[in-house]
């Protein structure tokens, strides 16, 4: 209709200008009666024939050359002329040049127009929105795809401004910045809102467009409706979501790295361990490196492969069994996921077990017993070096056979069922029984049978006591014989203390009488020296008996009440004899005490170190005894003025036989035994007893005994 | 004392033992009077019977049989014997066995004469105070 009409107002104006032309040129040639018709005019309607109707603007010229040439043909005035003709083929010329012209235009325009429907079908047609906006934001082309799914219609929205498409109406701008800046826009995501004001998901891509100067003019836009794929993506990404969540509360590490070794996630345990790198390069951040590390398995993932390996890492100390396997990312791209498994305690019990097996199999092997376990109760599974000495048997021979096979037949009921009654707690645990050697030599071994907890077995630790059992019967034998020989050494002992002291009882007898007996001075003298020699010997036989008896058993104390001055004055006057002969000064410092004691142990202890002092000290020396009260025990000192003992022989001489001085120029009636006797006295009364010396200057003697016996034993 | 003469049975198997003990006994005459000897136990039981002392000295240590049986088979015969047992056996244990078989009073060799007499005043003293009772 359109078309229709713009084609009749053409052809009106033409027309009228046709008659326009007409009229004029008659209204010249007749009623003015020029000489000359004007026709300038002419070119008016030619040129909008032409213009309009292409060739056929010949025939208005050559309408009008006919007209032009009838008028001058009929005016009055005017004459036909050269002229006339020439004007009219010009008219005519010009009009086909003109619609020549116009007509190539029109075929280029034809052209153009059949591309621009043939755009048209295409942008009408496509099932992405095209949208063209002006540089002020104006809608100014809109597609059949752009009214589905925004559900406006073109004629709604061209010429208004596309802000309110937007759910965010900045993003109108940002977009255009965007495409003024790049001169392009592609794959950008945004949201838009329908007519109904529902978000649309659209993926668009734009371009400027710009005017033959290259001024822009506008852009054009392609947006795709990708709500679909953005609820997908939303759901893979809540699932992603979920998957981390489950990630982050594993107890593995997980470790998700690009295909660029860009740390893309790390969970709690591999953050708390290394911590947060997400979104650093993983060999920068872990190993300080500036290129991958070699061991990295990044590539073999990459390629599609799931790899498992073990990874010591020396920052945190701890071994990772690792598992790496590829991971699809929604946009197509694949990262490395890793599964961080610390088996560092595994390892180390791995370790500490392999060690402990390897130590039990040492002890097993190098055991100075035999050991072998016993699978079911029946047969020898394992057996160590010390088994196949005993056994005479190979470990290959010895493996598989049965236990009751290295038993002696008189022992196999008894041993048959042996373990089994082990593991119930019916037998003990060492037995003894009669084992046969691969040569058939009977062996006599005890046996412990242990069941090993948690399997059906036992191990048995045999012990050859065939050896011991003739060593121990030896042993048995030799004790016999010592208390045999202890026994015939304290007869002997008793019998020589008994004849040696037989004949000196006729040497004292004799001598008590004789004093009775009128004697010269002489005589008397000589009688006393065989009286002190006689005491002196007598005094040598009783402690030689004393030690062979604190050396043979115990001695008890036979314990009383003993009255401290009483006794050391009776030890000083049985001494003082020998003291006045030397013209030594016994003084004395007691207190008025008794003490519980063993009273011929006490003498013996006082008179052993008073005649030591006597003995040791030159003539005219002094002796001191004193003894201290100090409450539980009294503290007892014999101090003499004598020859003193050298330093280094004091640790020593409570020793038995210890004599300061054993050459020949020694001081005679000593065996070396006094200090020793007194030593043992004081220990059995719980005491102590020590020295001090000074040589050339004197001795103390010191010795600290309770005054009470814990074990009260009166004495008979 | 008593003015009746002691009489003594010296059982001893040395010979210059019982020479010496006789010797020392004689050096109280008035009080003491050897009546006989012995040289072992079993002697010295059968001359206890027949001689019927008022003491017996008795070693331990002789042949055939000892001191201690001796002191057993006077005393068995005649709970009321007197028995010194001397001896140069230096074990108390001795000492004991031959006080449990019976003998009245002990005695080590060696001895004084002074030892001697004092051992036989305590036995004496002894048995008079029992005879007192």
């Known amino acids: 209709m359109i078309k229709i009409e713009r084609l009749n107002y053409r052809f009106l104006i033409l027309l009228s200008t046709v008659l326009g032309c007409a009229i004029l040129a008659f209204f010249v040639g007749f009623v003015r009666k020029e000489t000359i018709v004007y026709t300038h005019f002419f070119y008016i309607p030619i040129l909008l024939a032409g213009v309009w109707y292409r060739k056929k603007a010949v025939y208005v010229a050559l309408f009008l050359s006919l007209l032009y040439i009838l008028i001058t043909l009929f005016s009055p005035q005017a004459t036909l002329s050269r002229y006339v003709f020439e004007r009219s083929a010009i008219f005519v010329a010009v009009a086909y040049v003109i619609g020549l012209v116009s007509e190539e235009r ?16 295409i942008i009408t047609s496509s099932a992405d929105a095209i949208v063209v906006v002006d540089m002020e934001g104006i809608v100014r082309s809109w597609n059949k795809a752009a009214e589905d799914y925004m559900g406006y219609t073109a004629e709604e929205v061209i010429g208004t401004s596309n802000k309110k498409f937007f759910a965010e109406p900045e993003e109108a701008e940002r977009i255009m910045e965007i495409v003024q800046r ?59 979501d979920n998957l981390n969540l489950i990630l982050e509360s594993m107890d593995d590490g997980v470790y998700i790295v690009s295909k660029d070794y860009k740390v893309e996630f790390m969970n709690k345990v591999l953050i708390d361990a290394f911590g947060d790198h997400v979104g650093d390069i993983c060999y920068k951040a872990f190993h300080n490196r500036d290129d991958p590390c070699p061991m990295c398995k990044n590539p073999e993932v990459m390629k599609g492969k799931t790899v498992r390996w073990e990874w010591h890492s020396r920052r945190t100390n701890r071994t990772y069994d ?20 610390d088996i560092s305690d595994r390892k180390r019990m791995e370790d500490e077990l392999r060690d402990a097996k390897e130590r039990y199999r040492v002890i097993f092997e190098h055991a100075l017993t035999a050991l072998c376990v016993i699978e079911h109760g029946k047969f020898v599974s394992l057996a160590n070096k010390e088994f196949e ?55 006599h071994v005890n046996a412990w049978i242990e069941p090993i907890p948690g399997a059906d077995g036992c191990i048995a630790s045999l012990l050859d006591m065939t050896e011991l059992k003739k060593k121990e019967e030896e042993l048995r034998e030799t004790c016999k014989r010592l208390a045999e020989l202890d026994k015939m050494k304290s007869d002997f002992l008793n019998v020589a203390y008994h004849e040696l002291r037989s004949p000196l009882a006729p040497i004292v007898g004799y001598a008590s009488m004789l004093e009775r007996c009128e004697l010269s001075d002489k005589g008397k003298r000589y009688l006393y020296n065989i009286e002190q020699s006689a005491r002196q010997l007598e005094k040598l036989i009783n402690r030689m008996l004393e030690l062979a008896r604190i050396d043979g058993k115990k001695i008890e104390l036979s314990l009383g009440w003993v009255h401290l001055p009483e006794l050391v004055s009776e030890v000083v006057k049985s001494l003082e004899p020998e ?32 005649s030591n002092a006597i003995k040791y000290t030159p003539e005219g020396g002094k002796i001191n005894i004193n003894v201290g009260d100090r409450g539980e025990d009294i503290r007892a000192c014999v101090a003499d003025t004598g020859i003193g003992i050298p330093e280094e022989h004091l640790p020593k001489i409570f020793e038995r036989f210890y004599m300061v001085d054993t050459s020949l120029t020694r001081k005679s009636g000593s065996l070396g035994l006094g ?42 | 004392m008593g003015e009746k003469k002691k009489r003594v049975l010296i059982v001893e198997d040395a010979a210059y033992m019982r020479e010496m003990l006789q010797e020392m006994l004689h050096q109280e005459e008035r009080s003491y009077e050897v009546v006989g000897f012995a040289v072992n136990g079993k002697e010295a039981v059968e001359k206890y019977k027949e001689l019927k002392p008022d003491i017996v000295t008795m070693d331990l240590v002789m042949e055939e049989m000892d001191g201690i049986q001796a002191i057993r088979g006077i005393k068995k015969y005649d709970p009321n014997a007197l028995i010194i047992a001397i001896t140069a056996l230096g074990m108390s244990e001795y000492k004991d066995a031959a006080l449990a078989a019976g003998a009245d009073e002990y005695l080590w060799k060696p001895f004084t004469i002074k030892n001697l007499f004092e051992a036989l005043e305590r036995l004496l003293r002894k048995r008079g105070n029992e005879g007192n009772e």
């Open chain 1, 106 to 121: 029109a075929k280029g325009e034809e052209k153009l127009k059949e591309t621009k429907e043939y755009l048209d079908n």
């Open chain 1, 182 to 240: 790049d001169g392009k826009l592609k794959n950008y995501r945004t949201t838009v809102l329908n007519k109904d004001k529902k978000p649309v998901h659209i993926s668009m891509s734009a371009a400027l467009l710009k005017d033959r100067n290259g001024i822009p003019i506008g852009t054009v836009r392609v947006s795709r409706d990708i709500t679909k794929e953005v609820e997908l993506e939303e759901k893979i990404k809540e699932e992603r």
């Open chain 1, 322 to 341: 690792l598992f790496e396997t590829p991971l699809k990312n929604i946009d197509g791209t694949i990262s490395k996921l890793t599964i961080f498994r």
């Open chain 1, 389 to 443: 000495i005993l056994s005479g048997y190979s470990r290959e021979e010895i493996k598989g056979k049965k236990w009751i096979d290295f038993t002696a037949d008189e022992d196999r009921d008894r041993v048959q069922n042996y373990c089994e009654k082990r593991r119930k707690g019916e037998a003990p645990a060492c037995s003894e029984f009669k084992f046969v050697s691969r040569n058939g030599n009977i062996k």
């Open chain 1, 579 to 610: 003291a006045k002969e030397k013209r030594q000064k016994i003084s004395m410092s007691i207190p008025d005490i008794e003490i519980q004691a063993d009273k011929q142990k006490l003498i013996a202890i006082f008179s052993n170190l008073v």
């Open chain 1, 675 to 716: 200090l020793s006797i007194v030593k043992e006295y004081v220990k059995l009364h719980g005491g102590i007893v020590w020295a001090r010396s000074e040589v050339g200057k004197g001795s103390e003697f010191f010795f600290i005994i309770p005054k009470r016996q814990k074990t009260i034993k009166e004495g008979a």
